[in-house]
T-cell receptor, first 111, second 115 residues
Framework: DGGITQSPKYLFRKEGQNVTLSCEQNLNHDAMYWYRQDPGQGLRLIYYSQIVNDFQKGDIAEGYSVSREKKESFPLTVTSAQKNPTAFYLC??????????FGDGTRLSIL | GQQVMQIPQYQHVQEGEDFTTYCNSSTTLSNIQWYKQRPGGHPVFLIQLVKSGEVKKQKRLTFQFGEAKKNSSLHITATQTTDVGTYFCAGRRSAGGTSYGKLTFGQGTILTVHP
């Protein structure tokens, strides 16, 4: 069954800690995206990648980092520099002539 | 940078009433997409509009793309409780080739339907 898998579903971060959110897709999509959603808000783009080993900053990249070593995987690291990390994080991918497919999301909270 | 404004932020309706949400971009779009997000869920793609003045229908949902390709609307006729959720528009500026570009999302309209 093709799709996007995000893990974990819930994540807690301590002060000064980096945490990594996983996003894997088996749709053979070239482009992958990370969004942040705050309660009652729209989706804001953090980073996106259109090809392996390449990625671009979105609108709110500060305090986050990504890598794209494999086509299927686009992990997001929330660094300690991100002072307000509590949010719902959504990963998405897109292929030719297709809409964006979203994963189920990861809810990150501060301990 | 590109901005996509969506109104209203909230809409409460009685079941059977109609509902409309509007989306306006600061720049001309190559296409606009609409998504629905149920409470606690992730956005699910509804439709994409590409042509100037395009109108598409999905059962009780009617989607329009403005002539200038800068605004769009989603209209639901005779709402049902299953329509509850947040409706997002998302505009794309670049298109074609292997470049997928960025989608800029509106803030969403949260629809509540009272039975």
């Amino acid at each position: 069954d093709g799709g996007i898998t995000q893990s974990p579903k819930y994540l807690f971060r301590k002060e000064g800690q980096n945490v990594t959110l996983s996003c894997e897709q088996n749709l053979n999509h070239d482009a992958m995206y990370w969004y942040r959603q705050d309660p009652g808000q729209g989706l804001r783009l953090i980073y996106y990648s259109q090809i392996v080993n390449d990625f671009q900053k979105g609108d709110i990249a500060e305090g986050y980092s990504v890598s794209r070593e494999k086509k299927e995987s686009f992990p997001l690291t929330v660094t300690s520099a991100q002072k307000n990390p509590t949010a719902f994080y959504l990963c998405a991918s897109i292929g030719p002539n297709q809409p964006q497919h979203f994963g189920d999301g990861t809810r990150l909270s501060i301990l | 940078g590109q901005q996509v404004m969506q109104i209203p932020q909230y809409q409460h309706v009685q079941e059977g009433e109609d509902f409309t949400t509007y989306c306006n971009s600061s720049t001309t779009l190559s296409n606009i997409q609409w998504y629905k997000q149920r409470p606690g869920g992730h956005p699910v793609f509804l439709i994409q509009l590409v042509k100037s003045g395009e109108v598409k229908k999905q059962k009780r949902l009617t989607f329009q793309f403005g002539e200038a390709k800068k605004n769009s609307s989603l209209h639901i006729t005779a709402t049902q409780t299953t329509d509850v959720g947040t409706y997002f528009c998302a505009g794309r500026r670049s298109a074609g080739g292997t470049s997928y570009g960025k989608l800029t999302f509106g803030q969403g309209t949260i629809l509540t339907v009272h039975p």
